[in-house]
């Protein structure tokens, strides 16, 4: 499970209970088929959570099952032990696959955090190369990327080979619902309000596809690269100054 440390309101789970309204409509799918398939859920409850979500598609509330789900799944989860930072060993080892979340709160990617945030990153992939010495590859994956305060924290090599995920093969993932959600789990409102502006003015499926505002993007280098830049990056050193606006749980990395 990927997504320990993080917080959400009702609110977030409200805006994809709106969406799967629009999916519904313009899919021509069941509800209960777009919660699962187009929905970040399958990320934010368990078993448990999907009969709850069920029974109150057909008699309830879903977005407040699904809320009450997460809560029940949050408290059973641990923390990060690399701050915002953590990590999946993938490919048999031989592959890292990073995460990121703000567990700061606002701020966590302006200039005077950049610093702590390298500290985590590099304690992140060091632990990482001590779980899996074998690994070479670093993998990446989020909305993140588009953030210069994010991008700080890389080394130009790795950002250079970044590429845009087609959104349709994302809507199922917390790397794309992420950047609408603020370090205190509220709705980061210029781009929720962009969104929902684009969903109600959509007339087919792939109008609603095209209304994140943000696309993810995936980014595949060199974990010893990445870690050697980190350790000698100053705090002064990055792309840009641009902190986190709207910053919020990342759910990629």
């Given at each position: ?74 408290a059973a989860l641990g ?58 590859r670093l993998r990446g ?113």
């Amino acid at each position: 499970m990927t997504t320990r440390g993080l917080h959400f309101t009702r609110a977030f789970f409200e805006l994809q209970a709106f969406w799967v309204g629009r999916v519904v409509e313009l899919a021509h799918i069941d509800r209960l088929t777009a919660w699962l398939d187009w929905t970040s859920m399958s990320a934010l409850v368990d078993s448990d959570g999907w009969h709850a979500i069920d029974s109150a598609v057909h008699n309830g509330d879903p977005a407040q099952a699904a809320y009450r789900s997460w809560l029940a799944l949050r408290a059973a989860l641990g923390t990060s032990q690399h701050g915002c930072f953590w990590y999946e060993v993938e490919d048999e080892g031989q592959q890292i696959r990073l995460h990121f979340a703000n567990r700061e709160g606002p701020g966590a990617l302006e200039p005077g955090r950049r610093a702590v945030r390298r500290a985590e990153l590099a304690s992140a992939l060091a632990d990482a190369w001590r779980v899996a010495p074998q690994a070479e590859r670093l993998r990446g994956g989020s909305w993140l990327y588009h953030l210069a305060g994010y991008r700080a924290l890389f080394p130009p090599n790795f950002l250079a080979g970044a590429s845009e995920a087609d959104s349709r093969g994302e809507v199922g993932q917390l790397a794309l619902w992420g950047q609408f959600v603020r370090g205190d789990g509220g709705l980061y409102l210029p781009r929720t309000e962009q969104f929902v502006r684009a969903c109600e003015q959509a007339t087919q499926v792939d109008d609603l596809v095209a209304a994140f505002p943000l696309a993810k993007l995936d980014v595949v280098g060199s974990v010893d690269d990445v870690l050697d830049w980190v350790k000698l990056a100053s705090p002064g050193q990055g792309v840009g100054d641009g902190g986190g606006e709207g910053l919020g749980l990342g759910g990629g990395g």
